[in-house]
């Protein structure tokens, strides 16, 4: 007992020995922060959304701050180097009131720092929000090999970029990046971690196709995002705005293509999956990090 009353008297004494200033140093500054984090989309035509706003406020209790600025930096945390760059300073109005653009250079999800230098009596401070800027990488970089090929011997989803569809004459029925499925065969894709929000791909029956016509279905988990049965010579499949925007960002995206009766004599469907990319915050220069 008489140990903690002496810790207690130590502690009132060296209170009392602070200062007016070196008390009010130890208080720190209110604030307050946001970004519109309406999605920026980096590959978008118009440029519209490309950029973002940080915004907020300042309070010192009733001092002024008019004229006084903050700094502003941001980290990209799904890089592997996370460096952390400067915005530059954003300068108080009579409110306290600031605001800075931001113009991220590619996808991840940022880490915004605002710092308010120490000052009118307060110690550095510094507010911390989050923002999101989204590319739309294709779907190799999260293509998952094992899980669609479990037997490596007998391969039912290999590469075939540049694979002709539609009536084996057209350009435009055949992308740059392809996979072709085989009937049983199912392609993966693993898109955890980069809060991916909407997809897009191209699906059509090659013109190789033993099978005149193929039935695929793009799926996550237990929940079917859609299934097309697709005419060899026809045109090519791909999501509505509506479906694109449905993605869960958690789980896989598997195309696959059901087993044909081989038995019976039912021909191997060959379906062409083009371009398959989504809109993520997947870095597009940087080394990926999660």
């Known amino acids: 007992m008489r140990k903690v009353l002496v810790l207690l008297i130590a502690v009132v004494v060296s209170s009392a020995l602070l200062s007016p200033a070196e008390a009010a140093r130890s208080r720190s500054f209110s604030i307050a922060a946001s970004v519109d984090n309406r999605k920026m989309d980096l590959d978008s035509s118009t440029g519209g959304n490309r950029t973002t706003l940080v915004k907020g406020r300042v309070k010192a209790g009733s001092s002024r701050l008019t004229g006084r600025k903050v700094r502003i930096y941001v980290t990209n945390v799904h890089t592997r180097a996370q460096v952390r760059r400067s915005l530059g300073t954003a300068r108080l109005d009579r409110k306290g009131r600031f605001s800075k653009r931001f113009a991220p250079s590619e996808g991840g999800t940022y880490r915004v720092e605002i710092v308010k230098s120490a000052g009118n009596g307060r110690r550095t401070t510094t507010r911390t929000v989050t923002a999101h800027a989204y590319e739309w990488p294709l779907l190799d970089r999260f293509h998952d090999a094992a899980a669609s090929n479990p037997d490596p011997s007998a391969p039912l989803v290999v590469r075939s970029d540049k694979e ?125 990090y999660l």
């Open 164 to 288: 002709q569809t539609g009536n084996g004459r057209d350009a435009t029925a055949r992308w740059s990046l392809s996979y072709a499925i085989s009937s049983g065969g199912s392609a993966v894709f693993g898109i955890a971690g980069y809060n991916c929000w909407r997809f897009n791909m191209k699906l059509a029956v090659s013109q190789s196709s033993r099978a005149a016509s193929g039935t695929v279905t793009v799926s996550q988990g237990a929940r079917v995002l859609a299934r097309e049965t697709l005419q060899r010579g026809g045109g090519y499949w791909e999501p509505s705005r509506g479906l694109s925007e449905s993605l869960d960002p958690n789980l896989p995206v598997v195309v696959s293509v059901p087993p044909a009766d081989v038995a019976s004599g039912e021909p191997v469907a060959r379906i062409v999956l083009g371009n398959p990319k989504a809109s993520c915050t997947y870095p597009g220069r940087s080394t990926p």
